[in-house]
């Protein structure tokens, strides 16, 4: 596995696990230094300890030797200091020396070798080849220098024990810690959660949704209420429009109404010249464009405003098709282009029949506008474990990647408009929200032979 500090960075990168990692980091870098000052006054209380040990047995040996140890012969002074030094000998390594007359005395343990001395120290510690390590007392008895020696073993014994104590302990601190941690910070941070879940459900069909917001003063629930605020605002701006739209587009289909009565009443009247007949039925034509956009705004309002419903029943999706394909290529050898279909799958899937050949005549309408002559134009459809996936493709220019979205917003037209086309640039928006509300989805892609457009519908099995 390769972890490169990109990687680490990216699995460090939910707020929860970083607290986790910083949290067992403090709580375990806290122990450590407790730890560490914990060994250093250890070890020092135990060197104290064999200090005291040292002294313990220079008194004992100053004792032996007498008051009048100035007076004695040199062999009388070592007889009485290697008898009261042989019986610890395996504690103390004791050397007497007299810097005039040299060494006077080397315990046996020793082997004739002197103590090494360090300048300007009393107690220190130093190693000896067959000895190991000795902690050091340096005492002077005039006109002797008396320098006890204790092994150290013990001590770095005691203190090894302590360290791998310390680290297990450390171990399992930075597991605990990171557990603990982990959970703290997933519950702290569970109002966030709670927020960006809400947030993330919250669409312009569906701007009602709330943030739970806990009665606690803290920052997060002022976040969670500000949001809200915010989610009122845009729920009644959008209403505001939605009415607007659906309101202004019923209070023009009256006064159109009697535009065209009025004008299909003056074409009726044979005193008319012919120019002035051409300019009514022109009048009519347009009229007839203004009625088919207020209805398709009406619809679209109503399908956002969820005051459509469906007809949904099962449907073969084969049949279906293929009552479709006879209208289709009357439409298309109308407009001097081919029309294909296929189908692969059995078995029936609910959807609304009348709405779904709304979506599909838009989608062949908008295929037959941009096709060349001869055209071909082909509609696939397969019914899969409950999805029916059908897609309308054509041989026309094709659009960039980058407009494949925006097709499907309203008055958004573009191909530059010719004098055949009557579009209104509302055709894909509807097909959007009648595929919506079957809770499918509908995408543009390109066409499988890079030339062209392919429009692709999904269409899931829906209960009830
Ligand atoms: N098959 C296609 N190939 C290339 N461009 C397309 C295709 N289908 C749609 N478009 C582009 O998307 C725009 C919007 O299409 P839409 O069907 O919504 O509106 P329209 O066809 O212009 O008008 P209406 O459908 O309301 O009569 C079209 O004007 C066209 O520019
Ligand atoms: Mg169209």
Redo the contacts with the bound molecule.
């Keep these: 596995m390769n972890f490169s500090p990109h990687r680490l960075n990216q699995l460090l990168q939910p707020i929860s696990v970083r607290l986790a990692a910083w949290y067992a980091l403090a709580a375990t870098t806290t122990l450590a230094c407790l730890f560490f000052a914990g060994y250093v006054l250890l070890q020092n209380h135990l060197i104290n300890g064999l200090d005291l040990l040292n002294a313990a047995e220079f008194k004992q040996l100053k004792s032996h030797l007498g008051s009048d140890y100035k007076t004695l012969t040199g062999e009388v002074i070592n007889a009485r200091i290697r008898e009261t030094t042989d019986y610890a000998s395996v504690l103390f390594y004791i050397n007497v020396d007299n810097p005039q007359k040299g060494m006077l005395f080397h315990s046996t343990n020793l082997n004739g070798r002197s103590m090494p001395d360090i300048k300007g120290e009393h107690s220190f510690n130093i190693t000896m080849d067959g000895i190991g390590e000795l902690r050091v007392s340096e005492y002077f008895l005039p006109p002797f220098e008396v320098s006890i020696g204790t092994p150290l073993h013990q001590v770095r014994s005691v203190m090894d024990g302590y360290m791998i104590v310390c680290l297990t302990l450390l171990g399992g601190m930075l597991l605990v810690s990171t557990s603990i941690g982990y959970y703290l910070s997933r519950l702290a941070l569970r109002p966030v959660r709670l927020i960006s879940e809400t947030a993330n459900h919250i669409h312009s069909d569906n701007l009602s949704h709330r943030i739970p917001v806990s009665e606690v003063n803290d920052e997060i629930s002022d976040l969670g209420r500000m949001l809200n605020q915010m989610f009122d605002r845009l729920e009644l701006s959008f209403n505001q429009i939605r009415r607007f739209s659906a309101e202004a587009s019923h209070e023009l289909k009256t006064p159109l109404s009697l535009v065209r009565l009025y004008a299909e009443k003056m074409l009726l009247d044979t005193n008319r010249s012919s120019a002035d007949q051409d300019t009514l039925l022109e009048l009519l034509e347009e009229v007839a464009r203004l009625d088919r956009i207020i209805e ?1 705004l009406l619809f679209l309002s109503r399908a956002e405003a969820n005051a459509i419903t469906l007809n949904l029943k099962p449907v073969n999706p084969a049949r279906f098709l293929r009552d479709f394909e006879l209208d289709a290529r009357t439409l298309a050898e109308h407009h001097g282009r081919d029309f294909f279909h296929t189908h692969h799958g059995e078995g029936c899937i609910s959807f609304d029949d009348s709405r779904m050949r709304q979506v599909l005549l ?2 062949l ?3 037959l ?2 096709s060349p002559p001869g055209g071909k134009i082909t509609l696939r459809s397969r019914l899969d474990e409950g999805l029916w996936r059908f897609s ?1 493709e ?1 041989e ?4 960039p990647a980058e ?1 494949y979205e925006r ?2 917003e309203r008055f ?4 530059p ?1 010719n004098s055949e ?11 959007r929200s009648i595929v919506e509300l079957h809770r499918g989805r509908i995408f ?1 892609t390109s066409a499988s032979n890079d030339a ?2 392919q ?1 692709v519908i999904e269409i899931p099995e829906v209960n009830g």
């Design positions: 398709e838009n989608l309408t908008n295929a506008n941009v309308v054509d026309g220019p094709g659009l407009q097709i499907f958004v037209r573009i191909t408009p086309d009557k579009g209104n640039g509302l055709g894909l928006a509807i097909c543009a062209g457009l429009i």
